[in-house]
């Protein structure tokens, strides 16, 4: 069942240029959905749209089986389906607490004192941050920041979470604890939508994936139909995973094949290396 | 805590001083009747003794270091003083305690009663309010005012304020590195026209960092008001001991007053 649907959703700014042009996305209940594409491609203002905080210029979206409406009550219940993550997490803590920050979305939804309060406690505990109830959001380090947003949202009970690059300006555990958490929270029945431009970690979490590149969406597929278009990722201003590149140039420059397609993870490389080892020994 | 840029900042210390962990309630409600104490008090020497116990607390029990204390008191001290001075030679008229010799000024007796009980006052009242933000972080303090009936809008102000003067001062931190590493600083005109870059650069990222909030609260249903959650009952829980201790405290410093009301140096 597809959660979020789009038909041919254009957007234009004000100013008239086209940020969105006749895109169609759709993502598949508890999947890892990932948007991918460059900077600007438009990542950032088509996930806008699946919470209501921008309208199409023309076509249509559903979320959940049902068509988006824009009358105030909906929105609400919209928005507590589908929560965003926003790429900087200062833009998104805005209270003076972690605890307060993360009771804003449940108690915007009129929830009873003592629900918001259990909520906040489970929200805290899912994403590994209790403890920190307390302390202002000034005082984290960068991954606690993006944690307590998540958190923020997960209290919110969302049937849908949408993150712009969750891993940007993390460092690399940071990025690895986040991932993880993700993994976790789409295990537990979360639909999880990443924009992104980390190509290495797309074949790694991805189970369905969009190339976007100037308001358009160019391909889209499993990690593997994607990134066989070489010419098209290129184009599109990304490029292959490492681990692909490398068995690319293998191929390319000193003829060692290692089957058809090339490995998009390390996993996947290992295995057909030590297979292709292994068939050598034989002959040899 | 990672930011080592906000080390030296009053937030650090009210986070991370010896007496945080003690009711926040309790601190206020001292510092609020030891201040009008300092106020009503009719001379000098209570308000000097308040200062000196104000003092002593900050540095020995919260263990705030002296040297950012002192700094801390700097400002208003040096105006404290200068308030002295002027009051001490311009104002009140009698006989002359002191003579300056140009232009025929003096320190008069009365001026120079007003003016110390003035500085006094000043030095007395200012402590309490040092202990209280030495000692109390902000967070703590917005229940406090919560407590106290403050009108909603001035608090949502007040949260929303505190926690982006932080993001503000990171922004305002970076620019400024990087004009520095572009030697946008070297020379006293070139400070200045780099000043008034990063001035009007804040203004534009501020407002655009404002938008981008609002986008992040309206994605979580916001409405126009921020709920806060109500405060554990332990909050106003203050405990009989310390109860005891503040209103012995007070009685004590008023009866001060009233002992050394007529206390004067001239």
């Known amino acids: 069942m597809k959660v979020i ?40 203002t088509l996930f806008l749209h699946f919470n209501g905080i921008l309208r199409p210029t023309s076509g249509s979206l559903e979320i959940d089986g049902t068509p988006v409406s824009y009358e105030r009550k909906d929105l609400v219940k919209l928005r507590q389906k589908v929560g965003i993550v926003f790429q900087n997490p200062d833009d998104q803590l805005f209270a003076p607490t ?37 302390r202002p959001p000034h005082y984290l380090s960068g991954g606690q920041k993006k944690r307590v947003a998540i958190a923020g949202i997960l209290a919110m009970c969302p049937k849908i979470m949408v993150l712009d690059e969750p891993t940007s300006g993390l460092d690399p ?64 201003n990304l490029r292959l995973p490492h681990i692909a590149h490398l068995f690319e140039r293998l191929q390319d420059e000193d003829q060692i094949s290692f089957g058809k397609s090339y490995p998009l993870t390390i996993s996947e490389a290992k295995k057909r290396i030590v297979e292709k080892t292994r068939d050598n020994k034989k002959f040899n | 805590m990672k930011d080592n840029m906000f080390e030296n900042t009053l937030d650090i210390y009210a986070h991370s001083n010896n007496l945080k962990d003690m009711n926040a309630y309790f601190k206020v409600l001292f510092a609020i009747v ?115 009936k403050i009108p909603k809008i001035v608090l949502e102000i007040a949260m929303l304020m505190y926690r982006y003067i932080f993001v503000f001062l990171d922004e305002a931190l970076n620019m400024y590195h990087a004009q520095e590493t572009r030697l946008g600083y070297s020379s006293l005109k070139k400070s200045f026209k780099s000043l008034g870059m990063l001035g009007s650069n804040l203004f534009i990222i501020a407002w655009i960092k404002g938008e981008q909030a609002y986008t ?51």
């Open chain 1, 98 to 134: 972690v605890r307060e920050d993360v009771a804003f979305g449940p108690s915007n939804i009129d929830l009873p004192e003592e629900e918001v309060k259990s909520r906040v406690k489970e929200a805290l505990k899912r994403v590994d941050m209790e403890g920190f109830e307390e």
């Open chain 1, 5 to 44: 649907k789009t038909d041919n959703i254009t957007y234009r700014y004000p100013d008239g240029t086209k940020a969105l042009n006749n895109v169609n996305f759709s993502a598949t209940n508890g999947k890892i959905v990932m948007l991918m594409g460059p900077n600007g491609a438009g990542k950032s």
């Open chain 2, 216 to 266: 992040a609260m309206e994605s979580r249903c916001y409405n126009g008001s921020i709920k806060t959650l109500k405060e554990p009952e332990s909050l106003r829980n203050i405990g009989s001991l310390n109860l005891t201790l503040l209103v012995l405290f007070e009685v004590i410093l008023s009866i001060g007053i009233y002992f050394t009301g007529n206390f004067r140096i001239f």
């Open chain 2, 34 to 148: 030891t201040m009008l104490i300092s106020l009503i008090s009719t001379s000098p020497v209570i308000p000097f003794i308040i200062a000196f116990f104000m003092s002593f607390l900050i540095l020995f029990k919260a263990k705030i270091p002296w040297k950012f204390y002192l700094k801390f008191l700097a400002v208003p001290f040096s105006f404290a003083l200068l308030t002295f001075v002027f009051m001490a030679i311009f104002f009140g008229v009698g006989t002359h305690v002191l003579e300056l010799g140009i232009f025929n000024l003096a320190v008069t007796a009365d001026g120079f009663n007003l003016g110390l009980l003035v500085f006094a006052r000043i030095m007395g009242g200012f402590t309490c309010l040092a202990f209280l933000a030495l000692t109390t972080p902000m967070t703590e303090l917005f229940s406090i005012l919560e407590i106290f």
């Open chain 1, 173 to 236: 555990k940071g990025a690895f604890q986040i991932m993880r958490l993700l993994c976790k929270l789409n295990r537990e029945g979360i639909t999880i939508i990443i924009a992104t431009h980390d190509v290495d970690i797309v074949p790694i979490y991805a189970h369905e994936v969009y190339v976007i590149s100037e308001g358009e969406i160019l391909k889209k597929g499993t990690p593997k139909e994607v990134f066989e278009d070489k010419e098209l990722i290129r184009k599109a």
